[in-house]
């Protein structure tokens, strides 16, 4: 069973400062997406990570992928409030026998960036 | 404006009623994904059409059905209601190629009473 864990489930940062979002997943996968979701909200495409050692940024985040550790990253540079969401990662399913567009997400991470 | 509508937005209902979440893709999208969201068990897959045919299922109970109709519009079926089917209901769409990136509509919220 494909497994995709987020770490950590909840963050909280002040204004300005960095951190990491880490995801795992158990099976091979070169395919790791990550979402925005604001309280209520729907969920808003950030970013889509291919292959192995890719990195995307936009803005105040940044994402990588080792497919070989099966680890994405979702970095935060000089936090601001307008960042305070939830953030998903999540693995195709094509890669583990299910069906493409299938995605296992992990749990979430809630973060809260405040003054 | 993602341009997937879900209607309705908010349904309220009692236990044993049966209702239907209505969505309808992006434009030139032919595949259509519903997924679930609640407290206990997260995002969760529950079902592919692509251009009519069912494609993939996931943990989708007995009790949900869903079909896409020749205009790529998609309905999602659930019946004989219980409280723990509250959740937000998501309709989802993609063309199935290049990175295939799921655009998501805002969501049906769906409270059993």
């Known amino acids: 069973e494909l497994k995709v864990e987020q770490n950590p489930l909840f963050l909280s940062m002040q204004e300005g400062k960095n951190y990491t979002i880490y995801c795992n997943y158990s099976t091979t996968s070169d395919r790791l997406y990550w979402y925005r979701q604001d309280p209520g909200k729907s969920l808003e495409s950030l970013f889509v990570?291919?292959?192995?050692?890719a990195v995307k940024q936009e803005g105040r985040l940044m994402a990588s992928l080792d497919t070989k550790a099966r680890l994405s990253t979702l970095h935060i540079t000089a936090a601001v409030h307008d960042l305070s969401a939830t953030y998903f990662c999540?693995?195709?399913?094509?890669?583990?026998?299910?069906?493409?567009?299938?995605?296992?997400f992990g749990k979430g991470t809630k973060l809260s960036v405040k003054p | 404006d993602s341009g997937v509508t879900q209607t309705p937005k908010h349904l309220i209902t009692a236990t044993g009623q049966r209702v239907t979440l209505r969505c309808s893709p992006r434009?030139?999208?032919?595949?259509v994904y519903w997924y679930q969201q609640s407290l206990d068990q997260g995002l969760q897959f529950l079902i592919q059409y692509y251009n009519g045919e069912e494609r993939a299922k996931g943990n989708i109970l007995e009790r949900f059905s869903a079909q896409q109709f020749p205009d790529l519009h998609s309905e999602l079926n659930l019946s004989s209601l219980e409280l723990g089917d509250s959740a937000l209901y998501f309709c989802?769409?993609?063309?199935?190629?290049?990175?295939?990136?799921?655009?998501f509509g805002a969501g049906s919220r769906l409270t059993v009473l």
């Open positions: 999540a693995v195709d399913g094509a890669f583990y026998g299910g069906s493409q567009g299938n995605l296992i």
């Open positions: 434009s030139g999208d032919l595949s």
């Open positions: 990570l291919l292959s192995n050692g």
């Open positions: 989802a769409s993609s063309s199935l190629s290049g990175a295939n990136v799921l655009t």
